[in-house]
């Protein structure tokens, strides 16, 4: 087979889970075009992605066959135009990613349209405003960006008036362009999950089973496991949510919805159209990773979302210099480094149950920084 007569796909957006993606296609023959705004490792063209007509421009000139956003920082105007032209697949769809990239609206048609509960939420645009929302909304809020680089970053918590202009300034500072910011109350929740859909073509769509995630007890890192253990009636809504929202968005690919769930209620809070970090378990826990999913998605195969073994990750925000071997003594456990990027590496583990391979991974990660989980 010559090199052209594969599909060529254009992956917009490098970093580490973008890499991942990239070598799951070639592993399933596809020709793959890295393309981001700096060069480096694994980037095959300097594109300025939020640049409508440069993009427009470097789309034309390499001939994709699909186009792939791994990245909400893209010109989706560019992505509409390629994806009219009838020549270019582009995988999600542009509005897919237009709603993923904008909380603001993704919000309201989760709401308004598809009638699926929220945390009761507000949008700000200055600090005037935010101190209109407490007045109506009372303390304590969530204050964080529109868009932001990994869980928790620029987001902050109201619990009195002082607190509205730091809140504001961090928030916008995370963001860097909105000039907004999102204000949520807190409600008690009994766990938070991220449930991937698989979407091969319109009649294709597999749930993968939910992984549960939080931050580590030092606020250091997140943990994430799976299956996260829910009953049978919180199962069936996590999945009813999640599938309508993915059909709302549009297209085929990899889908992460955020939900949180009280009492067998589940709520939205977020949704990405591509692999997001909450997904690294799968490396371990399913037959296909996310990865292998999202990748069997952008060209079209059957994909199965089969989990082989209960297991936990922990995501590590510090530098991987070396992987020790203390890291590597617990049974089943595995660590993968990343470089530079968010996150830097995860441990990972699996077990007979979810806990015993929380414990292993938080041991392997304990190995490398030094921080004993308490």
């Given at each position: 087979?010559?090199?052209?007569?594969?599909?060529?796909?254009?992956?917009?957006?490098?970093?580490?889970?973008?890499?991942?993606?990239?070598?799951?296609?070639?592993?399933?023959?596809?020709?793959?075009?890295?393309?981001?705004?700096?060069?480096?490792?694994?980037?095959?063209?300097?594109?300025?992605?939020?640049?409508?007509?440069?993009?427009?421009?470097?789309?034309?000139?390499?001939r994709p066959d699909v186009v792939v956003a791994a990245?909400?920082?893209?010109?989706?105007?560019?992505?509409?135009?390629?994806?009219?032209?009838?020549?270019?697949?582009?995988?999600?769809?542009?509005?897919?990613?237009?709603?993923?990239?904008?909380?603001?609206?993704?919000?309201?048609?989760?709401?308004?349209?598809?009638?699926?509960?929220?945390?009761?939420?507000?949008?700000?645009?200055?600090?005037?405003?935010?101190?209109?929302?407490?007045?109506?909304?009372?303390?304590?809020?969530?204050?964080?960006?529109?868009?932001?680089?990994?869980?928790?970053?620029?987001?902050s918590v109201l619990v009195r008036p002082d607190d509205i202009e730091p809140a504001w300034r961090r928030a916008i500072a995370a963001d860097g362009h909105s000039g907004r910011v999102l204000a949520e109350s807190v409600i008690q929740t009994d766990y938070e999950i991220t449930q991937l859909v698989v979407v091969t073509d319109e009649a294709d769509v597999q749930f993968c089973a939910p992984i549960g995630h939080r931050p580590t007890a030092d606020g250091r890192g997140v943990e994430c496991w799976q299956p996260q253990p829910m009953s049978t009636i919180a199962l069936d809504a996590v999945r009813s949510v999640a599938g309508r929202i993915v059909r709302a968005l549009g297209g085929r690919g990899l889908f992460a919805i955020d939900l949180a769930v009280r009492d067998d209620e589940v709520y939205f809070r977020d949704a990405s159209v591509f692999p997001p970090e909450a997904g690294l378990v799968t490396l371990r826990t399913q037959r296909l990773s996310q990865f292998e999913l999202a990748a069997r998605a952008v060209l079209g195969l059957p994909a199965d979302t089969v989990l082989i073994s209960p297991g936990a990750a922990r995501l590590l925000y510090t530098d991987v210099a070396a992987v020790p071997a203390a890291a590597l003594t617990e049974p089943e456990t595995d660590l993968r480094v990343f470089g530079p990027g968010c996150p830097s590496g995860v441990a990972l583990a699996t077990a007979g149950d979810v806990d015993v391979a929380l414990a292993r991974a938080g041991q392997a990660a304990a190995a490398i920084t030094g921080v004993t989980q308490p």
């Open positions: 087979m010559s090199a052209r007569s594969r599909t060529r796909v254009l992956l917009l957006g490098a970093g580490q889970l973008a890499a991942e993606q990239a070598v799951a296609l070639q592993r399933l023959g596809a020709q793959v075009v890295v393309a981001e705004p700096a060069d480096g490792p694994g980037v095959d063209e300097v594109v300025p992605l939020t640049d409508t007509d440069a993009l427009s421009a470097a789309i034309s000139a390499l990245t909400e920082t893209v010109a989706v105007e560019a992505l509409r135009l390629a994806g009219q032209s009838g020549a270019v697949q582009v995988v999600p769809s542009a509005r897919s990613v237009r709603l993923a990239g904008d909380r603001e609206e993704l919000r309201h048609l989760v709401a308004e349209e598809i009638g699926v509960p929220t945390v009761p939420f507000w949008f700000a645009g200055s600090p005037q405003e935010l101190a209109e929302v407490t007045e109506e909304a009372g303390y304590p809020l969530v204050v964080s960006p529109l868009a932001a680089g990994k869980p928790g970053d620029g987001q």
